[in-house]
C-alpha cells in the first residue's frame, strides 16, 4: 500500500508539473480508471481535484460510468469535477464572448460548457437544476447468500420534486457532445416515490461468484425523440444542442431527465377540474376569497383584481396571479423578491373549507393547508 500511495503521489505531482503549452498529443488524458487508482492510493480529494482540473481528460460520465465510480468509493466533490471538466483541455484558449445570442445562451462556441438544461411546459422557459441524488451503501442479500444478488438503487431527497408541472407534453434542451452517441447521453426515467425519497434501480451486484450489472429496467425508461437544433449549435463546437421530447404524454408522477450523466428531477400533477355540482355549489367562492390569509409561515393576499401577494415571515416575498372555478384554485407566480421569473409556475389546490373567517385547501400531493382570515 505504501508503495502504490507513493507512486500515485508521484503520478499527481508529474500531472501538476507539466505545463499548459506542452503539446496535447504529448500527454495522455485521464480517465475513470485513473481516478479510482488514485482514490484507492488514499490521496487527499484536493490533489485529486487539481490533477483532473490541470490535465487532458477523457471521462465516462455516463450513468453506467457514474454508478461504477460510486461503487469505487470515489466522492461526489470529485466528480463534479470530472464533470465539469468536460471536453475542455489545458491546451485550448478560451475565445472572447460576443454578442453571439448562440455563444451568449450557451456559451459553446468556444467548448467551455454545456449550456443550460431547460425546461418548457405551458407556463414557459425554467432552467433545470441539478439533483444527482445518491447511491446509498446497503448491506443485501449478496453478503449473505453465495450466489445472491441485491438491487442498485440512486435515491433522490423527498418523495416530490421542487420543479413541477401539470403539463404532459413536455419539451427539453440540452446539450451533449458532438458525436454519434447522444442517445446513450440523455435519457428520461421514471422515479418511484417513497414515504420521504424517490428512487430508481440503476443496476445489480453480485457477490464474487456473480455477474455486477448496471442500466435501468425497460419499465422505468420513458420514450423520447431527440432532435437537433441547428441555430443554436455553434460551428465548431465540442457539443451540439439538442430539443427532447417524450414520444408519450408523461402521466402524473415523478420523473428525471438524465443529459451527460447528471440527473434533473421534475414532477408532473394531476390537473384538477372541478364538477358542475362543485361549480354550482362554490359560487360566491371568490368573493370570500378575496383578502389576507394567515397560513403557517406567511400571509396571503388574494386582490379582486386576480393578483395576489405572498409576505413570508422570513422576510421573502413573491407576486402572482389566482383564479377559482368551482373548488378548484390555481395559483401562479410571476414575481419573487423583486425578481420577474422567466416562468409562471402555477400549482393547484381543493377547496375543503372556506368560511368568512376560515380556509382549507388540499394540494395534488394530498397535503391539507389551513388559514385564518387577518382581520384589518
Excluded at 76 to 93: E, Y
Amino acid at each position: 500500500m505504501k508503495t502504490l500511495l507513493i507512486l500515485a503521489s508521484m503520478m499527481v505531482v508529474l500531472f501538476l508539473a507539466i505545463p499548459y503549452k506542452i503539446n496535447a498529443q504529448e500527454r495522455k488524458p485521464i480517465t475513470n480508471a485513473d481516478v479510482v487508482n488514485m482514490v484507492k492510493a488514499e490521496l487527499p480529494e484536493s490533489n485529486i481535484i487539481k490533477a483532473i482540473q490541470q490535465s487532458i481528460t477523457n471521462f465516462d460520465m455516463s450513468p453506467q460510468g457514474l454508478i461504477e465510480l460510486t461503487k469505487q468509493g470515489v466522492s461526489s466533490k470529485i466528480i463534479d469535477a470530472m464533470q465539469q471538466a468536460g471536453a475542455l483541455t489545458p491546451t485550448q484558449t478560451p475565445q472572447p464572448q460576443t454578442n453571439n445570442p448562440v455563444s451568449n445562451q450557451l456559451a459553446l462556441a468556444n467548448g467551455m460548457g454545456m449550456g443550460e438544461v431547460v425546461f418548457i411546459d405551458a407556463a414557459g422557459r425554467t432552467e433545470m437544476k441539478i439533483t444527482n441524488g445518491e447511491i446509498p451503501f446497503k448491506i443485501g442479500l449478496k453478503d449473505i447468500v453465495p450466489f445472491g444478488s441485491s438491487k442498485t438503487m440512486r435515491e433522490f431527497k423527498g418523495n416530490r420534486a421542487k420543479l413541477r408541472t401539470t403539463t404532459t407534453s413536455l419539451t427539453f434542451e440540452v446539450s451533449a457532445l458532438n458525436n454519434r452517441y447522444v442517445n446513450e447521453q440523455i435519457g428520461l426515467v421514471i422515479l418511484t416515490p417513497k414515504s420521504d425519497i424517490r428512487e430508481i434501480q440503476v443496476g445489480k451486484e453480485a457477490n464474487g461468484l456473480g455477474k455486477d450489472s448496471s442500466g435501468f429496467r425497460k419499465q422505468d425508461v420513458a420514450r423520447i425523440e431527440i432532435t437537433e437544433i441547428k441555430e443554436q449549435s455553434a460551428p465548431g463546437s465540442f457539443y451540439k444542442r439538442y430539443s427532447i421530447k417524450p414520444v408519450n404524454p408523461l402521466p402524473p408522477g415523478e420523473y428525471a431527465l438524465i443529459a451527460n450523466g447528471t440527473y434533473y428531477a421534475f414532477g408532473v400533477d394531476p390537473v384538477m377540474v372541478a364538477s358542475s355540482e362543485a361549480r354550482i355549489k362554490w359560487t360566491n367562492a371568490p368573493k370570500l376569497l378575496i383578502g389576507s390569509w394567515r397560513f403557517d409561515n406567511s400571509v396571503i393576499t388574494y386582490n379582486a383584481d386576480g393578483t395576489k401577494i405572498d409576505t413570508y415571515d422570513s422576510g421573502n416575498s413573491s407576486k402572482g396571479v389566482w383564479s377559482i372555478d368551482g373548488d378548484i384554485i390555481t395559483l401562479g407566480i410571476a414575481e419573487s423578491n423583486g425578481k420577474r421569473l422567466e416562468a409562471n409556475r402555477q400549482s393547484q389546490f381543493q377547496i375543503i373549507e372556506l368560511t368568512a373567517e376560515n380556509f382549507v385547501s388540499k394540494g395534488t400531493d394530498g397535503k391539507q393547508w389551513r388559514a385564518v382570515r387577518v382581520k384589518k
